[in-house]
């Protein structure tokens, strides 16, 4: 089975550090999505790509975070610089880009700001 | 402002059971409606969908009920199985953001007693 593949699965850094994370989507899959999972809010929708091209990042802290496809097969999301209240999982997802195709997940990236 | 609210965080089940997970949406402009599991440490996996033009979906011990006058779903699992113990997220998504985006829930952890 064709699997989205991200990299780091864990990162524990310090408050400041910038943070790289990275997803490799399902190969023929135009649309690609980061959601950001808390205790309190739950999976939160951070920005999404579709051929490459950024749709929507209103979910995203764009002081600090920063999203982008260098090519179809790898996006990219950065926090520079982090804060204590970056902590969560990320995830990323890819798809189809149309209704009711299901969205394919990661595994996540744990990440931990000290 | 939630729009896909799921009010149980926890059910427990005992196992060959049923196991009913709800939920409610806000939003009248949502038709396409998913369940998604997920593991501890792994990605949200796709479970099963339901579009608002049905008001039941099955596959095999998963069958998904929609109420649209109540803006509410359910989950049915039978018999439920220890392997089902996960947390079920419930999304939807709305024909007019025809790039697939999904609003989730917060989330509903099934522990399934065997």
């Known amino acids: 089975d064709a699997r989205v593949t991200q990299t780091p699965r864990h990162k524990v850094t310090e408050m400041g550090q910038e943070v790289t994370m990275r997803c490799q989507p399902i190969?023929?899959?135009?649309?690609v999505f980061w959601y950001r999972q808390t205790m309190m809010q739950g999976l939160e929708l951070l920005a999404y790509?579709?051929?490459?091209?950024?749709?929507?990042d209103s979910g995203m802290p764009k002081d600090r975070f920063s999203a982008e496809m260098p090519d179809a097969t790898l996006a990219t999301l950065k926090i520079q610089p982090s804060e204590p209240r970056d902590s969560a999982v990320y995830f990323c997802?890819?798809?189809?880009?149309?209704?009711?195709?299901?969205?394919?997940f990661g595994d996540g990236t744990r990440l931990s700001i000290l | 402002d939630q729009q896909v609210k799921q009010n149980s965080p926890s059910l427990s089940v005992q196992e060959g059971r049923i196991s009913i997970l709800n939920c409610d949406y806000t939003n009248s402009m949502f038709d396409y409606f998913l369940w998604y599991k997920k593991y501890p440490a792994e990605g949200p996996t796709f479970l099963i969908s339901?579009?608002?033009?049905?008001d039941k979906n099955e596959d095999g011990r998963f069958t998904v009920f929609l109420n649209k006058s109540a803006k509410h779903l359910s989950l049915h699992i039978v018999p439920s199985q220890p392997g089902d113990s996960a947390v079920y997220f419930c999304?939807?998504?709305?024909?007019?953001?025809?790039?697939?985006?999904?609003?989730f829930g917060k989330g509903t952890k099934l522990s399934v007693k065997p």
């Open positions: 339901i579009s608002s033009i049905k």
């Open positions: 790509f579709r051929n490459r091209a950024p749709l929507d």
């Open positions: 997802a890819s798809g189809q880009g149309s209704v009711g195709q299901p969205q394919h």
């Open positions: 999304a939807a998504s709305a024909e007019w953001r025809s790039q697939g985006n999904l609003i």
């Open positions: 190969l023929g899959h135009n649309t």
